[in-house]
């Protein structure tokens, strides 16, 4: 008997897991359930070209609507999954009925996390986690001319470039005393500091919101240092948090995040995870982690086909991630923290370099801004003694 597998969240991951599939010759039903009405999109596009206006919504799309059909992917959108029956082996939708499964994916991805702002349910302010998001946040960013960002991760940065690009007043307000804190070490924070007060942002870092005020509609942020900033839209970008709560309430082991081991494998044999919404121990890094990128999406629901195909997989991934702002390309190799030392490469003042991070010697994350071949060189690279030559030269 074929078996069937079931997947929650027709995102990235999960789309990856039945592109797999197929491709790794699976027979069975495929079902791929998701509570958004597009077909699987890619997201990076939403704060960038998307937001700007360069790119329809058809252009979004990871696969044309007719891939699923020819593929015998059966995908079933505008559909919420509310409850996993893991003794009966099937899922309860929004509207009461259920889907029996042999093998279960989770890809449930992460949401904008909201911030416990008095005024934050004013109009006008906003979080950008979908295409629906961002047709809203368009209309009033061109609408209106005074943008705050709460946030200056790079979600919160490629939305002030690209309303910078449309000719608003942007203020970014950060209680970090650096952007992008995070992802990336003090130089790299500094040199975006400075492109974004180039292009005219107004940052103000180390201070936190006290409140979003208005009169039913958003006009102004006040700030913790006493400022009142005027506002037509206030975007919330302060992070995100996993759609853990499905495998959670079903009593799957979570830990901010859908824990999972090396197959993409949940504490039940039966339930996989994929993407945003797990974390996983890294032997890579020595501790538990959870990503929030393409690469994993991808490699990860890969891996998980792989399992369910009945393949021996061990994922470990060296992750990589990117932003676009203005017209500069960030590229992020490994993972910098715990560096002891850095080697930078070509000029940040020509916005072409990159900064390599060691550890005792060992080469364990590149940073290459508009340095493409040394983001690539990186990816094959990391892990060995850094020496001469190891990376290319800016060209
Ligand atoms: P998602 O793509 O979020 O898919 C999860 C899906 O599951 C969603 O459609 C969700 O609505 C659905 N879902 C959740 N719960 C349920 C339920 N109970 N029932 C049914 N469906 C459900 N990454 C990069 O590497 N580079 C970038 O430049 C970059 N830029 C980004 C910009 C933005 C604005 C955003 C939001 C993300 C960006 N990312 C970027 C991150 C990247 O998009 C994510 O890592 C990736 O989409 C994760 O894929 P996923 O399948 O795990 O989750």
């Known amino acids: 008997?074929?078996?069937?597998?079931?997947?929650?969240?027709?995102?990235?991951?999960?789309?990856?897991?039945?592109?797999?599939?197929?491709?790794?010759?699976?027979?069975?039903?495929?079902?791929?359930?998701?509570?958004?009405?597009?077909?699987?999109?890619?997201?990076?596009?939403?704060?960038?070209?998307?937001?700007?206006?360069?790119?329809?919504?058809?252009?979004?799309?990871?696969?044309?609507?007719?891939?699923?059909?020819?593929?015998?992917?059966?995908?079933?959108?505008?559909?919420?999954?509310?409850?996993?029956?893991?003794?009966?082996?099937?899922?309860?939708?929004?509207?009461?009925?259920?889907?029996?499964?042999?093998?279960?994916?989770?890809?449930?991805?992460?949401?904008?996390?909201?911030?416990?702002?008095?005024?934050?349910?004013?109009d006008g302010v906003v979080t950008l986690r979908t295409i629906a998001d961002v047709d809203g946040i368009r209309e009033r960013l061109l609408a209106g001319q005074n943008v705050v960002i709460v946030g200056a991760g790079y979600i919160g940065l490629e939305v002030a470039a690209v309303a910078r690009q449309l000719g608003k007043d942007v203020t970014v307000v950060e209680a970090q005393d650096r952007p992008m804190k995070r992802v990336v070490s003090p130089f790299i924070s500094d040199f975006y500091c400075a492109l974004h007060t180039e292009n005219g942002v107004s940052l103000r870092l180390g201070t936190g919101v006290e409140a979003i005020t208005g009169d039913g509609k958003v006009s102004a942020v006040k700030t913790a240092d006493g400022a009142s900033i005027a506002a037509d839209l206030v975007l919330v970008a302060v992070g995100a948090e996993p759609n853990d709560e499905l495998a959670e309430a079903a009593?799957?082991?979570?830990?901010?995040?859908?824990?999972?081991?090396?197959?993409?494998?949940?504490?039940?044999?039966?339930?996989?995870?994929?993407?945003?919404?797990?974390?996983f121990f890294s032997?890579?890094?020595?501790?538990?982690?959870?990503?929030?990128?393409?690469?994993?999406?991808?490699?990860?629901?890969?891996?998980?086909?792989?399992?369910?195909?009945?393949?021996?997989?061990?994922?470990?991934?060296?992750?990589?991630?990117?932003?676009?702002?203005y017209d500069v390309k960030l590229q992020i190799a490994g993972l910098s923290d715990g560096y002891d030392e850095t080697r930078t490469v070509g000029e940040p003042k020509d916005h072409k370099f990159y900064v390599a991070y060691l550890k005792a010697g060992q080469l364990i994350a590149v940073d290459s801004v508009n340095s493409p071949r040394s983001h690539m060189m990186a990816r094959r690279v990391i892990g060995e003694p850094w020496r001469e030559g190891l990376l290319p030269e800016v060209a």
């Not at 997989?313 to 060296?318: F, G, I, K, N, S």
């Open 283 to 325: 032997n890579r890094y020595g501790r538990s982690v959870r990503m929030e990128s393409v690469q994993n999406a991808i490699d990860q629901g890969k891996v998980v086909a792989q399992s369910i195909l009945g393949e021996d997989v061990d994922y470990d991934p060296l992750p990589w991630f990117w932003s676009d702002q």
């Open 251 to 279: 009593g799957l082991e979570t830990d901010n995040g859908i824990i999972v081991d090396g197959a993409g494998l949940t504490s039940d044999d039966h339930i996989y995870a994929a993407g945003d919404c797990t974390r």
């Open 1 to 122: 008997m074929q078996e069937t597998v079931v997947i929650i969240g027709a995102g990235q991951a999960g789309a990856q897991v039945a592109q797999s599939l197929r491709q790794g010759n699976f027979e069975g039903p495929i079902r791929l359930i998701g509570d958004e009405s597009n077909a699987p999109y890619q997201r990076p596009p939403l704060s960038k070209k998307y937001l700007l206006g360069e790119v329809a919504p058809e252009g979004l799309l990871l696969r044309p609507p007719a891939f699923y059909s020819t593929q015998n992917i059966d995908l079933i959108p505008d559909t919420r999954v509310e409850g996993i029956d893991r003794a009966a082996k099937r899922i309860v939708l929004a509207n009461g009925d259920s889907i029996s499964y042999d093998k279960l994916v989770i890809s449930t991805g992460t949401r904008a996390r909201q911030a416990p702002l008095p005024g934050a349910d004013l």
